[in-house]
């Protein structure tokens, strides 16, 4: 069963009624909920980490539910290493892709150029929510340094898209920065770019780079978080400082589209390593 989080009351009927062998809570929240009735019902309990936010802000309630729990999850080395404070009990299970089946779905790269007029430059495309975290604004300063289309896909409230805006405008690179907002089938994006670009500062283990490389997108990304168990540097890709203020980011840009063999070399070893470490049949 997996909780929901605040229903402690009603997990405990659950948890009951059907006579569950197994929690498993995915994120924080629902892991405390978890947590309190595995201890009232003695119903073994397995907590699953995602994201380091809510552990890193409440050290108590991590070290209380990481004691409950029988066994925590984490899906990357670096989530173990931050939070399990060396207490037993921790194994990483790296998040798995299906590289096939992501191979398999249909792309249409020329109705999303079509739609935004990506045409006469190469396109570089940052993939996620419009949140702090993410690199935008980085992301949107390396576009004055290189002559490409940067294209930033994904959603976010309105205050965080008006605010990227303004600074685009600031930074008079309205004609390279395309904001798509949501675009559903995303592996339009990946048969589209040149370059897919992950700037992040507080990050675990990407699902976007998965899928770029599951693509052979070159990648180039911050030296972050889980990102380095993804990405190796000169090898499978591009780190830079996740602090960087867009210079590192535009020069390995600029790098990465000056030099099509270079490229090209980084996005097939990065193809072949995550069919080796992190594809579902070796996951699983």
Not at 14 to 36: K, M, P, T
Not at 60 to 65: E, S
Not at 180 to 201: C, I, K, M, Q, R
């Amino acid at each position: 069963a997996g909780p929901r989080a605040g229903g402690v009351r009603p997990l405990y009927r659950l948890v009951d009624q059907y006579d569950v062998d197994l929690l498993h809570a995915n994120d924080f929240r629902s892991g405390v909920v978890a947590s309190v009735v595995a201890t009232l019902t003695g119903c073994p309990f397995v907590q699953h980490v995602h994201h380091t936010a809510s552990h890193r802000n409440h050290p108590w309630l991590r070290r209380w539910l990481f004691r409950t729990a029988d066994t925590t999850i984490h899906v990357s080395e670096y989530t173990r290493q931050e939070l399990a404070d060396g207490e037993s009990g921790h194994v990483v299970v790296r998040s798995p892709i299906d590289v096939t089946d992501l191979r398999d779905r249909p792309a249409n790269p020329d109705m999303l150029a079509e739609t935004h007029g990506l045409h006469g430059r190469p396109t570089v495309a940052l993939i996620g929510r419009l949140a702090p975290n993410k690199g935008h604004e980085a992301f949107i300063r390396a576009a004055t340094e290189v002559d490409a289309n940067f294209l930033v896909v994904g959603g976010g409230d309105d205050k965080a898209r008006s605010e990227l805006e303004s600074l685009v405008e600031r930074l008079d690179v309205d004609d390279r920065v395309t904001f798509t907002g949501f675009w559903e089938n995303v592996v339009d994006v990946y048969a589209l770019a040149d370059v897919v670009v992950v700037p992040s500062y507080d990050e675990n283990l990407p699902k976007v780079i998965q899928e770029a490389l599951a693509w052979e997108v070159p990648v180039v990304a911050s030296r972050s978080g889980g990102i380095p168990e993804l990405v190796v540097d000169e090898q499978t890709g591009l780190l830079v400082d996740p602090h960087d203020d867009g210079t590192a980011l535009a020069t390995a840009i600029g790098r990465l589209l000056a030099n099509n063999a270079f490229a090209a070399e980084l996005a097939t070893a990065g193809h072949d390593r995550l069919r080796s470490e992190f594809d579902i049949t070796v996951v699983t």
